[in-house]
Nanobody, 123 residues
Framework: QVQLVESGGGLVQAGGSLTLSCAAS????????MGWFRQAPGKDRDFVAA????????IYADPVKGRFTISRDNAKNTVCLQMNNMKPEDTAIYYC????????????????WGQGTQVTVFS
C-alpha cells in the first residue's frame, strides 16, 4: 500500500507559477512510476505528466508541454509538478498517482491515488 498526499495548490494569476508536491509513504517509493492528473468540474480526469521510477524519463500532455515540469526525489519520497505560465484552463483538482508498472499516461495504469489539491488560475 502507498499513501499519497498532495500539497501546494491554491489561487494564482494567469501567467504565474505554482509548484505542487506529493509526499508518499508506505512501500518503497523508488519502485513506483509517478504521475499527475487533473480534473476540471464536469470533465474527466486527464493526464498531465508522468515520471519513471528513476526520474530519468518523463512524458507530458500536449497542453502543458513547455510549461510544466515533473520531478522526483527518491530520498525524500516526493514528486513535484512545477507549473509556469499558467492559464485559466489549468484550473482543476490535481491528483498524484503511483504505478507499480512503467510510467504511463493512462489512468488505469496507476494503482494508488492521492486526495487531490485544488488549483485555480484567474485572469
Amino acid at each position: 500500500q502507498v499513501q499519497l498526499v498532495e500539497s501546494g495548490g491554491g489561487l494564482v494569476q494567469a501567467g504565474g507559477s505554482l509548484t505542487l508536491s506529493c509526499a508518499a509513504s508506505g512501500r518503497t517509493f523508488s519502485n513506483y512510476a509517478m504521475g499527475w492528473f487533473r480534473q476540471a468540474p464536469g470533465k474527466d480526469r486527464d493526464f498531465v505528466a508522468a515520471i519513471s521510477w528513476s526520474g530519468g524519463s518523463t512524458i507530458y500532455a500536449d497542453p502543458v508541454k513547455g510549461r510544466f515540469t515533473i520531478s522526483r526525489d527518491n530520498a525524500k519520497n516526493t514528486v513535484c509538478l512545477q507549473m509556469n505560465n499558467m492559464k485559466p484552463e489549468d484550473t482543476a483538482i490535481y491528483y498524484c498517482a503511483a504505478a507499480r508498472g512503467s510510467y504511463s499516461y493512462l489512468r488505469y495504469d496507476y494503482d494508488y491515488w492521492g486526495q487531490g489539491t485544488q488549483v485555480t488560475v484567474f485572469s
